[in-house]
């Protein structure tokens, strides 16, 4: 299927209605899950909301600055090259490409990139980065073109790098397949709604702790202080379940640490002033140990709803995956599908993409997106599977080892299964011409016996077994003479019986009869009975 060429702008309201409804070649590594600007999750909710994120005017700036980089390097490129290339938007069904610039001929495709200086030192030792590359192979995927001109610039001659990219079908295979999974995932995908950064409220401040003494306490606002931690105690959440609690509540674990320390230093320069203020001390002693008591309790709450809500998410996103596998089980009979599932449904993978996420959004997206990596490598295992079933024949004798063979690639499968049958073919056919050349032997060993064993028998007994056997042919060409004559018997009846309206007529008249229809026809087998 040859791509269908689209007239529109970039940014414009047809072409962002056009990208609502493609899934578009700048959209691949974000679907792959390898996208560092956006999350799979992200993904799946903007195609099925059709909601984007509002972009900041910096970022608005950055994209300017990169179109603007992008038509300067076109130009360069074109001088270079001494061909134009067109800015064009092109798809295939669902799949499609906003192309910076492609030749009229199609064969060559430019990709450009505003200049950064990780990016630049990949392009200058001619490596492209994995998220940039799903981009180039999804182009390749839709226009047809032989490659992809990828450069990374400011727009000048003095600072750019370009790296030609060619077709790579392991990556169209997992761009498919990827896209495959993701139209799959959206079917069901129920959006949810995360906060971009979660901010903590605001916490309730304490007044400033103000101790003089002077051999006893001259100035203190202490008892207000008490009452206003007391309150701020009380209040502090230890239920935390959305991302928004866990913010507040390392903040407030922060601040319980910081009036900790505060209050120490107010009792040490008490401690400074007099020699012994009780009361004063006690106070101050139980205040801090009521909330660092708070603190501890809250850090522990924090480090365990965190690990607990980590452990739901990694809990129904391996459910996800076994449901997948015994779905996919149904089908295989002749093998154990999730044993040979083994290998890409350990759970270890989703503890691995959960690491280091600290937000419930991030530990969703990471969970999702590694639960659609691996229902892709399960499906191409079925694929590979079903296909493979294909090549066998209805007896299995031969494959008593199938589930360890059976995920071979398809052409060394059949090829195996070709050779096992041809091997076997050859032996049963070495088997049939031993069992006929035994047999033979056998016969012509009991006939050079049985003639030794005449040849040892007396004359008078050879005179009669001889004179036998004359009989034995006389006897034999009696029965064939009888045989023909009851045929000739039966074959002049069915005649006669042909003939019995005629009585006594001339044979004149026979065959006048017999012209005229007025015999019945009769069919005789001279090999035998009709």
């Given at each position: 299927?040859k791509?269908?060429v ?5 940014g ?6 056009f990208?609502?409804?493609h ?15 956006m999350r ?40 270079d ?14 799949l499609s ?8 001929d199609g ?20 490596q ?12 390749l ?23 030609e990219?060619?077709k ?19 079917e ?27 051999g ?12 206003a ?36 230093a ?11 203020i ?17 603190r501890?309790?809250l ?34 009979k002749q ?20 690491k280091n996420?600290r ?17 892709i ?36 499968f059949?090829?195996?299964?070709e050779s ?8 049963e ?16 060993k009991i ?14 007994i ?12 006389i ?20 005649a006669?019986?042909?003939l ?11 065959v ?6 007025k ?12």
């Open positions: 299927m791509a269908v689209h007239q529109l702008s970039q414009t309201e047809l072409w962002n209605q990208r609502s409804t899934y578009g070649a700048s959209e691949a590594a974000a679907m792959l899950g390898i996208s560092p600007y799979r999750n992200e993904l799946l909710q903007l195609k099925a909301t059709g909601k984007s994120k509002d972009h900041s005017d910096y970022t608005k700036k950055i994209f300017q600055d990169g179109h603007d980089a992008e038509a300067a390097a076109r130009l360069l490129l074109e001088e090259m001494q061909e134009d290339f067109y800015p064009v938007t092109c798809s295939k069904d669902k490409a906003s192309i910076d610039g492609l030749t009229m064969s060559t495709a430019f990709e450009h990139k505003l200049l950064s200086n990780g990016l630049f030192e990949s392009v200058v030792s001619q492209v980065p994995d998220h940039y590359m799903a981009q180039c192979q999804q182009i995927m839709v226009t047809g073109a032989e490659r992809v001109i990828f450069m990374c610039s400011d727009g000048t001659r003095e600072k750019r790098a370009s790296v990219v060619i790579d079908q392991s990556w169209f295979d997992r761009i498919t397949a990827g896209w495959d999974q993701f139209t799959r995932d959206l069901t995908f129920q959006p949810k709604e995360f906060a971009d950064k979660t901010e903590p409220e605001a916490i309730m401040q304490l007044p400033a702790l103000s101790i003089q003494i002077r006893e306490v001259t100035v203190s606002n202490l008892p207000q202080f008490k009452v931690a007391d309150t701020f105690i009380a209040n502090i959440k230890t239920n935390l379940q959305t991302d928004e609690d866990f913010a507040n509540a390392e903040a407030t674990v922060k601040f319980c640490d910081e009036t900790e320390r505060k209050l120490e107010a009792k040490q320069s008490a401690i400074g002033q007099t020699a012994s009780d009361e004063l001390m006690r106070t101050i002693d139980h205040i801090k140990d009521q909330i660092r008591s708070k501890l309790t850090e522990k709450s924090v480090k365990n709803e965190k690990e607990n809500r980590k452990k739901e998410i990694i809990d129904n996103a391996h459910t996800i995956i076994r449901n997948h596998v015994e779905e996919l089980r149904k089908e295989f093998c154990d599908f999730v044993l040979l599932a083994q290998n890409f449904i350990s759970r270890q993978f989703l503890e691995s993409a959960c996420k937000t419930i959004a991030s530990l969703h997206d990471s969970a999702d997106t590694e639960v659609a990596a691996i229902k490598k399960l499906n191409e295992l079925a694929r590979i599977i079903r296909k493979n079933l294909t090549h066998l024949p209805e007896d299995l004798s031969l494959f008593r080892d199938l589930q360890s063979i059976i995920t071979k690639p398809e052409d060394d059949k090829l195996l299964v096992r049958m041809a091997d076997q073919k050859r032996k056919e070495e088997a049939k011409e031993r069992a006929i050349a035994e047999a033979t032997e056998r016969m012509k006939k050079e016996e049985e003639s030794i064993r005449i040849e040892s028998l007396p004359t008078d050879k005179s009669v077994l001889a004179d036998e056997k004359k009989q034995l042919n006897l034999k060409i009696k029965s064939a003479e009888d045989i023909q004559d009851d045929h000739r018997k039966k074959v002049v009846k069915k006669l019986d042909a019995e309206n005629l009585g006594n007529a001339s044979l004149y008249e026979i006048e009869a017999i012209a005229d229809g015999v019945k026809p009769i069919y005789i087998d001279f090999c035998g009975e009709q």
